[in-house]
């Protein structure tokens, strides 16, 4: 059974640090791996989509990298800015069933 | 592209009411998920849709909760008796299936706030 895990649960960072979230899964076998990004009482805006063939996706400041073989994923956030608080999720698509599996998140504060 | 839109926004309810939501997706999208998030935790899967065909249900998905998704476009999730438990963010998501699995990426709508009271 896919699990998902995600380190730290919550994060508080000065503005301008850059900054590493971490996000673990059990099973290796996987179509991909997903990041998303969640405000207070919204939906679930995606960051970042790494294919199972792929090492690592960039979209501005934002950087996603994706190790299979170890079960392990990361998402660098370079320059980290006040709008950049908010919970991020990262979540699995394993081979052996339709269902995204998610982590619980983790919550950023950036203060200005 | 209009994205993935989910009415209402918030319901109130007692307990023992059935409520419905509805999710419409992305209109090229053939896939369509329902997801249920608490406070502090991940979405947690509960139903999945290709076209017309719910393909899969959770254990979470008790005899209570119901989804359609009539001629493969909009879907509903109805939740019958309701209890205090069931009061969650519910979540819709559609995905195009052209790319395959690997390249199948997720877009969410902004949710339905369910609180039971």
């Known amino acids: 059974k896919q699990e998902v895990t995600q380190i730290p649960a919550a994060l508080s960072v000065p503005e301008g640090e850059n900054l590493v979230l971490n996000c673990s899964f059990t099973?290796?076998?996987?179509?991909?791996l997903q990041w998303f990004r969640q405000d207070p009482g919204k939906g679930l805006t995606s960051l970042l989509l790494?294919?199972?063939?792929?090492r690592e996706q960039t979209s501005g400041r934002l950087n996603a990298s994706l190790d299979k073989s170890s079960g392990r994923s990361t998402l660098y956030i370079a320059a980290s800015q006040p709008g950049d608080s908010a919970t991020y999720l990262c979540?699995?698509?394993?081979?052996?069933?339709?269902?995204?599996?998610f982590g619980a998140g983790t919550r950023l504060f950036v203060k200005a | 592209d209009t994205g993935v839109s989910q009415d209402p926004r918030h319901k109130i309810t007692k307990r023992g009411q059935n409520v419905t939501f509805r999710c419409d997706p992305i209109?090229?999208?053939?896939?369509l998920y329902w997801y249920r998030q608490t406070l502090g935790q991940g979405p947690e899967f509960l139903t999945y849709f290709q076209n017309e065909a719910q393909l899969e249900k959770s254990r979470l998905l008790s005899d209570r909760f119901s989804a359609e998704r009539p001629k493969g476009s909009f879907s509903t999730l109805e939740i019958q008796r309701t209890e205090q438990g069931d009061s969650a963010m519910y979540l819709c998501?559609?995905?195009?299936?052209?790319?395959?699995?690997?390249?199948?990426?997720?877009?969410f709508g902004s949710g339905t706030q369910l609180s039971v009271l």
């Open positions: 979540a699995v698509i394993s081979t052996g069933g339709f269902k995204t599996i």
């Open positions: 209109s090229e999208h053939n896939r």
């Open positions: 099973d290796s076998a996987i179509y991909n």
């Open positions: 998501a559609s995905s195009f299936r052209g790319q395959g699995r690997v390249g199948e990426k997720l877009f």
């Open positions: 790494i294919q199972s063939s792929q």
